[in-house]
């Protein structure tokens, strides 16, 4: 499973308040991505790391903000959680660009 | 913005049948292709992926071909099992990014016995 885990698996919690998602890898790879999943889009890129504190946005990246202090760990914030953001979310790692994805186990939150 | 058309959105099978499943892109700069099973509950795992200075890939039962001039690929499974059932992604690299994917919405394969 490429040495990726995320954090926490599962969460619930209301509008408004500010939740944050943790990718850890283990393999020291260089790039990070963030996706999130829902029923009939598939998966939709967020924000993706490409270095240590070296960040950018992705398809849908309103709304979030991402962070990224070492090379182990992506962390994804929603500022303030709104139900519009209750999805199945994705960490994936790669050793380069065009290289192949290995994604994490997911997460999957619920904003009520 | 670019974007991966995936068709069927769903498809059904018998065992040992072959089961294929299309994609275009739009982005003509696009150079790698995965395909992606995604089980229920489950991560996507990479099954098979192919660059655009191959035509035609193969891995035992699967395969995927590539028509850089059409911007088609496609994935072909052969001799289908039901443990073959789940959701299956394609995806295409953004030309000039940093290895941003562009992933299709899916085909649900099912496999009857």
């Known amino acids: 499973d490429a040495g990726i885990t995320q954090s926490p698996r599962h969460k619930v919690t209301e509008t408004g308040t500010p939740v944050t998602l943790r990718c850890h890898q283990t393999?020291?790879?260089?790039?990070m991505y963030w996706y999130r999943q829902d029923p009939g889009h598939g998966l939709r890129l967020i924000h993706y790391?490409?270095?240590?504190?070296?960040?950018d946005k992705g398809e849908v990246s309103d709304g979030y903000s991402v962070s990224r202090s070492k090379t182990e760990d992506f962390l994804l914030t929603l500022e303030s959680a709104t139900s519009s953001q209750t999805s199945v979310y994705f960490c994936?790692?790669?050793?380069?660009?065009?290289?192949?994805?290995?994604f994490g186990p997911g997460t999957r939150l619920t904003v009520l | 913005g670019e974007n991966v058309e995936q068709h069927p959105s769903t498809l059904s099978v018998q065992e040992g049948d072959s089961a294929v499943i299309k994609c275009t892109y739009s982005?003509?700069?696009?150079?790698?292709f995965p395909w992606y099973k995604q089980e229920l509950g489950k991560r996507p795992q990479l099954i098979i992926d192919?660059?655009?200075?191959?035509g035609e890939k193969k891995d035992q039962r699967i395969a995927v071909t590539l028509n850089k001039t059409a911007k088609h690929f496609s994935l072909h499974i052969t001799e289908t099992q039901p443990e073959d059932s789940a959701v299956y992604f394609c995806?295409?690299?953004?030309?000039?990014?940093?290895?941003?994917?562009?992933f299709g919405k899916g085909t649900k394969l099912s496999v009857k016995p």
């Open positions: 994936a790692i790669s050793v380069g660009p065009t290289d192949t994805q290995y």
């Open positions: 393999e020291n790879h260089r790039y």
């Open positions: 790391s490409y270095g240590v504190k070296d960040t």
């Open positions: 982005d003509s700069a696009s150079n790698y």
């Open positions: 192919i660059r655009s200075n191959v």
């Open positions: 995806a295409a690299s953004l030309g000039g990014s940093q290895g941003n994917l562009i």
